[in-house]
Each structure stands twice: as structure tokens, then as C-alpha cells.
């Protein structure tokens, strides 16, 4: 007999085993016809038991899958596949085995050795996807022409038994069809790709060291010349092109980095005044030819960029043009942290969370910016701190959470806010209250107490807040002028969802606390289309006189 009819006749012999282990498992296994896939058996199980709670209409489909069986001689240590049937194999979402038995070739009948069933699933699929892309990559046009091999260890060691072939089909396809072929189509689209799945190959425009450093860790954009797109699969990288994606268009190119640790930083000044701020620390991206290391902390106002040469530049973003909102407390560390630099520095501290190591380092910012140091800008810093001074106090005597303020609306509220600062320090603000009256009807006092009533806005919040004022009256003919003197906050409250009621509310029990009915008041309107849309109108003042 010859090699070829030999080898047909142990293939004819392997399969008419496995049949028969299917006939005494109750499976159905039926040849496809005809056979040009590689699959020698559909195999398919009967339905299951109706569970408990599904009917006829609802309960789980059975289970099937293909298989191709492999009878080789028993010193067989692997096993080939054409890379064509591989393919097909590996493709098909259905459960996919290769059920290989091995038998004594040296005996008449061929006696079983033992059994192997290999799933096409995980590893052994990952080396299937991994030997196509190899063969994409050399060119390869005749798939039917090669071979993969794998190893018998690759599959699982199985009696020769029916029951042990079926539990190795069941074990493998739980826990329902359904689910087995949405991980089947999840392999074929993951295997092999990792945490650098793309690459990106661009060419920079020229540009200095700092600038490149500012484009390494996404604080800005920069022009290319070459933009080309390649992934990476088990490790080979090939052209990508998504569609529609036209690269030819790309002139500009943004890197965003990764995050690689938390921080804080203290800013402590010269005069011992500190500022508190968290960040981010970012590195460049992997791969970049850096001329030199630097790395970015970015916090949510500042970004701090540090150069190998003990270098630190401040890039602030506070300005009037910043729209997002923050917290009242970060925007106070911002500006107080800029007000440091612009008197001179002192020494920083950032702390990563994880990494092991502080840097701190003494900023000497005399002359650095002293040419670019602007009286006004010390001012108007000055003033801002004022003001989130004041909001942050009102916040903490309304017993009112921390949240979001944009700059436009601290802005907005700078001028009541700077009164309170004053409040605050024992000054007396600009614009103090006066009225005058034009009436002979008005009694002779030296002195008399009124609460001021107000509103500002923080964000989405109404914060209403009670001032009292001690005034002295100066008659002058026919007119009587109250000015006042002496101004305490008495009492903030963070206002509901009903602003005019609890406004009306809040005003009428400290009046009732402090037994002092002369107030003045401005008319508010509340609105929330707009943030700047709290408006006020003439002060008006009431009393019991």
C-alpha cells in the first residue's frame, strides 16, 4: 500500500472513530458536502432541558460547532494545516477544534493511542492571526500553498471516550452560543494589539528647544510636513488609512500626553505668603527624539514646565479670556501663586503622589520678568485676591460648599466683593451708604443702626448678605443725611431654588433677631439666563422712624 493510500485510509479510520463517539455522546455529526473549508463535521447537540422560567420560544439555542479531525501515528508531536483552512478555521465565529488522534500505525486496525482537541480560540487563534499578517507582509499571494504547525501540547489531552468528548465541547462553549461568538468576534479584532496599536510618523517644523518642549506635552499645536499612520499587530506595523481620512489635508498636529503621577505644589513667597496648588505631571510621549527632558505639571490655571538645566517656566491662563469655571479656592491659589512671582519668586515645592522624589528649587523672579512687570497687573492681582477672599468667606459663613465660578462672574461682583474685603480687614470700603432726605418731619438722632441687604452670584449660586451699619444724621435746612460709619457683616445665605421668597425670608429674620427695622435694600432681579444677569437697581432704604 502506499505512503498516499496509507495516510487516507488512517484518515478514513480517524474520522470513523469520532463518529462514533459522537453517535454514543447523542451528538449529531454530519459531513459537510462537499468538503472544501477544512471542516470534516458540523457537529451539533441536542436542546438542552427547558430551564426553569424559559419557554418553548425563549429558552437557549443548543450548542454546535465545526471540527477537523487529525489521525496521525503516535510519535507525532505536531500537527500542519494548510494556512488557507487555517484561515477559514480561525475565521468562522461558530466554536471551531481540531480533534487529533493518534494511533499505533505499527499495529493491524491501528489501536488508539490517546486523543488531543485543539479549540481555535485565544493562543492558538493569535497564532493563526499572527502567521497571516506575516505572510501580508512578505507578499504572499498562494495561502494554499503553506503550512502552520502546532504543536499536540497546544490542545487539551482527552480520553478516548464519548462522555470526555462532549464535556470538552460544553466546557469550552459555555456559557450559551450567543455569547461565545461575541468573544470569538472580539478576538479576531484584538488579538495582538497593545498599548501601542498606533504610530504616528510626522515631521516637525523647526523650532527651538522650549517650543518643541511645548509641543511635546500638548501645551500647543505645530505645523508638519509628513504625516503618515501605521499599526501594530503582534508586533508588525503596516499603513493605516481611516476613511474618510484624507492625510494630505493634515497641516497641524496637537500631542496629548499621558498622565503619569499626581502632584502638589507650594509656592511659599519671599514674605512667607504660600500658595497651594494640585496637578498633573506629564512626560513626552514614548519614542520622541528628545534633545533634552523636560516634563510639564499642569494645573487647572498654571502649567509649569521643568527643564533638565534646573530651568522652571510659568505659563499662567487667569486672564479675562479664560471661560471655564473652578472652584472659588483654585482660583485664589492662582492668583495668589501669581502674585508671588510678580514680587519676586521664592522657592517651589512640587510632591508627586507616587513617585518617590520632591523637587525643590528657589525661583528668583527679580529679573526675569522685571522688564515685562506691569504696576497695573500687581493691582489688579491684589484686587482679585480681594475678591476671592470675599467669596470664599461668604461661602464659609453661608456653611456652603466650595464649586464652580467662572472669572466673568467674580468680575462682575468685584465691586460688592471689595466691600466685603474691606469688611473683612477692619477698612472702611469706597462708596459708603449715604441717603438724604428732603423733609422737616425727621427726628433729631446722633446716631442710628440699619442693615444693607444685597445679592451677589458665584457660578449658578444666589448668595444673599446682611451688612449693619451704624449712620449719623447731619440736618441741613430742609434735608437730613444719613452716612454711614461702621459696617459688620452680620449674616450670608446660599439661596434655593425660590431666590425672591427666601431673599424676603433671609431679610425679614434678621430683622427679627436684631430688632433693627431701618434697612437699606436694592431692588434685586434674579435670573439665570445669564451669569452677569443679577441685576440691581436704586437703593431704596425703609425705616420706623
Same mark, same amino acid.
Given at each position: ?46 436542546? !438542552? ?42 475565521? @468562522? ?31 492558538? #487563534? ?7 499578517? !506575516? ?23 482527552? !480520553? ?7 464535556? &470538552?465541547?460544553?466546557? &469550552? ?33 523647526? %523650532? +527651538?528647544?522650549?517650543? =518643541? ?53 507650594? *509656592? ?7 500658595? %497651594? ?12 527624539? #528628545?534633545?533634552?527632558?523636560? &516634563? ?40 495668589? *501663586? ?73 468680575? *462682575? ?47 449658578? =449660586?444666589?448668595? &444673599? ?15 437730613? +443725611? ?16 425660590? *431666590?425672591?421668597?427666601? =431673599? ?18 436694592? @431692588? ?6 445669564? @451669569? ?6 436704586? #437703593? ?6
Amino acid at each position: 500500500m502506499s505512503d498516499g493510500n496509507k495516510s487516507n485510509q488512517i484518515g478514513a479510520i480517524g474520522e470513523g472513530r469520532f463518529k462514533e463517539l459522537c453517535d454514543l455522546a447523542q451528538l449529531s455529526a454530519s459531513k459537510p458536502h462537499p468538503d472544501m473549508t477544512g471542516i470534516d463535521y458540523l457537529v451539533e447537540f441536542p436542546f !438542552q432541558e427547558l430551564p426553569p422560567g424559559y419557554s418553548y420560544d425563549t429558552r437557549p439555542g443548543s450548542l454546535s460547532c465545526h471540527v477537523q479531525v487529525k489521525t496521525v501515528s503516535a510519535g507525532t508531536q505536531r500537527i500542519k494545516l494548510k494556512l488557507s483552512v487555517a484561515e477559514r478555521l480561525a475565521r @468562522e465565529t461558530k466554536p471551531t477544534f481540531i480533534y487529533i488522534l493518534r494511533v499505533d500505525c505499527g499495529k493491524s486496525h491501528y489501536p488508539n493511542v490517546d486523543a488531543h482537541l485543539i479549540h481555535l480560540h485565544g493562543q492558538v #487563534l493569535a497564532r493563526v492571526l499572527e502567521r497571516l499578517r !506575516q505572510e501580508y507582509v512578505k507578499d504572499t499571494k498562494a495561502l494554499n500553498k503553506l503550512y502552520i504547525y502546532f504543536p499536540i501540547e497546544m490542545g487539551t489531552l482527552l !480520553q478516548i471516550d464519548a462522555s470526555c468528548l462532549r464535556h &470538552a465541547f460544553e466546557s &469550552a462553549i459555555q456559557p450559551d452560543m450567543y455569547s461565545y461568538i461575541e468573544e470569538k468576534k472580539r478576538q479576531l479584532s484584538e488579538l495582538g494589539y497593545g498599548s501601542d496599536r498606533y504610530e504616528l510618523d510626522v515631521t516637525f517644523q523647526p %523650532m +527651538t528647544a522650549e517650543t =518643541f518642549a511645548e509641543v511635546a506635552l500638548g501645551l500647543k499645536e505645530t505645523n508638519v510636513t509628513n504625516f503618515a499612520i501605521s499599526e501594530r499587530r503582534f508586533n508588525i506595523a503596516l499603513p493605516k488609512t481611516f476613511e474618510p481620512f484624507d492625510e494630505s489635508a493634515i497641516r497641524k498636529i496637537r500631542i496629548q500626553p499621558g498622565i503619569v503621577d499626581r502632584c502638589s505644589v507650594c *509656592f511659599t513667597g519671599k514674605d512667607g505668603k504660600k500658595a %497651594m496648588l494640585q496637578g498633573d505631571i506629564y512626560l513626552p510621549l514614548p519614542g520622541l527624539k #528628545l534633545p533634552h527632558r523636560f &516634563a510639564r505639571v499642569a494645573t487647572p490655571l498654571i502649567d509649569i514646565l521643568l527643564f533638565a538645566d534646573n530651568r522652571i517656566r510659568f505659563i499662567p491662563n487667569i486672564g479675562t479670556e479664560n471661560s471655564q469655571s473652578f472652584p472659588i479656592n483654585v482660583w485664589h491659589e492662582a492668583f495668589t *501663586f501669581t502674585q508671588i512671582m510678580l514680587n519676586g519668586g521664592g522657592q517651589i515645592m512640587i510632591s508627586p503622589d507616587r513617585i518617590r522624589s520632591i523637587i525643590t528649587t528657589a525661583i528668583d523672579t527679580t529679573t526675569t520678568i522685571a522688564k515685562d512687570k506691569n504696576d497695573d497687573d500687581v493691582i489688579i492681582i491684589s484686587a482679585i485676591i480681594n475678591v476671592t477672599n470675599a467669596a470664599k468667606y461668604m461661602q464659609a459663613k453661608a456653611y456652603a460648599d466650595d464649586h464652580n465660578v467662572s472669572y466673568r462672574s467674580l468680575a *462682575f461682583n468685584i465691586v460688592k466683593l471689595d466691600a466685603i474685603s474691606a469688611i473683612m480687614r477692619d477698612e472702611v470700603p469706597l462708596g459708603m451708604i449715604k441717603f438724604t432726605i428732603e423733609s422737616d418731619y425727621v427726628n433729631k438722632l446722633d446716631s442710628l443702626d440699619f442693615i444693607y441687604f444685597d445679592c451677589v452670584r458665584f457660578g449658578e =449660586f444666589f448668595y &444673599a448678605y446682611a451688612i449693619k451699619t451704624t449712620t449719623t444724621q447731619v440736618r441741613d435746612g430742609n434735608s437730613t +443725611t444719613w452716612s454711614s460709619e461702621k459696617l459688620n457683616l452680620l449674616d450670608v445665605k446660599r439661596l434655593g431654588a425660590n *431666590f425672591a421668597a427666601e =431673599f424676603e425670608g433671609f431679610k425679614q429674620k434678621l430683622c427679627h433677631i436684631s430688632g433693627i427695622h431701618q434697612i437699606y435694600c436694592r @431692588e434685586v432681579i434674579f435670573d439665570t439666563e445669564a @451669569e452677569e444677569d443679577l441685576l440691581t437697581g436704586d #437703593l431704596s432704604a425703609t425705616t420706623k422712624l
